[in-house]
């Protein structure tokens, strides 16, 4: 499985998070092998999760996303999280990418915990939240299937989906984990369809900004020195200027680490510029 370009800039190099998820993840894998072969039920019993055991066990919500059963298992959640993980990481921001596959593993454990008895392990409910990310972001992204087929992201996330959401109902008796794949299916969308709007209204006030700052600008028309020379007389553009300096900045922000990383003043800021594009 692999995807191409389409319009994006990025290329196949490994993100910070990207990078430490994998290597904690086969650290984890090789270190628990021998542990398996000696006794297989050990790594389950404490490094799974196990919804019985939530109390006395509390830890398996999060050491089950980084325990696999055997190398296919580690391999397609490895290889999945090396092709879609870094273009979201690198837009996101390191720190909003991991909050991210976070909330999707957790989504994982918890419809597992409701509609499942037995232990769950591995990082599927995160990475399909990855993946999913990826589909909200590019979706007509050409997701190539074993290097040949394309297949438009959208609708490839859209077909694991309804797999996972079928096999959830139907097999249970599969030892696969798909109420863990569709947590982590559900946390996602609902995180990126609350997160969505704030995106939504972010990119419409940089076009915002990006529009009144060229209308500010003198021109050489007779409409660019009329607006010019009403400026001056109010003396409001240097003003202007100034705030559509600062609001670059936050947005630049925003772009380079998410909106976790704004500070209080930050999204004041945006609150007041919003309002005021609105009344405008």
């Known amino acids: 499985m692999a995807y191409r370009g389409y319009g994006m800039t990025f290329g196949y190099g490994l993100t910070p998070w990207v990078k430490r998820l994998l290597i904690i993840n086969s650290a984890v894998f090789l270190l628990t092998l021998p542990l398996a072969q000696i ?3 050990f790594v389950v019993d404490w490094l799974a999760f196990t919804p019985a055991l939530i109390l006395t066990r509390p ?13 296919w298992h580690i391999f397609f959640n490895m290889l999945a999280l090396f092709f879609f993980g870094p273009p979201l990481e690198e837009r996101w921001g390191s720190r909003e990418f ?63 989906f309804a797999v996972t959401f079928i096999s959830s109902f139907q097999d249970r008796g599969s030892g696969v984990a798909n109420f863990a794949h569709l947590g982590g299916f559900l946390a996602g969308w609902l995180y990126l369809k609350a997160d969505w709007g704030v995106s939504q209204k972010l990119a419409a006030l940089q076009r915002g900004v990006r529009t009144r700052r060229f209308a500010i600008v003198p021109r050489g028309d007779e409409e660019g020195e009329s607006l ?7 003396g409001s553009d240097a003003q202007e200027e100034a705030l559509l300096d600062a609001v670059d900045r936050v947005l630049d922000k925003i772009s380079a680490s998410g909106l976790a990383s704004l500070t209080p ?13 609105r009344s405008n």
């Open 265 to 277: 003043e930050e999204r004041q800021l945006l609150d007041e510029v919003s309002k005021r594009r």
């Open 228 to 234: 010019a020379r009403r400026s001056a007389e109010s």
């Open 98 to 160: 991991l909050k991210y596959y976070v909330i999707c593993g957790l989504g994982g454990a918890a419809l597992s915990f409701i509609f499942v008895s037995y232990p769950i392990i591995g990082a599927s409910a995160a990475v399909y939240g990855v993946m999913l990310a990826f589909a909200f972001n590019w979706p007509d992204a050409p997701i190539y299937i074993w290097g040949i087929f394309p297949v438009k992201a959208k609708w490839l996330v859209a077909f694991l």
């Open 39 to 41: 006794n297989p039920r």
């Open 59 to 71: 830890w398996g919500l999060v050491t089950y996303m980084f325990v696999h059963g055997g190398f």
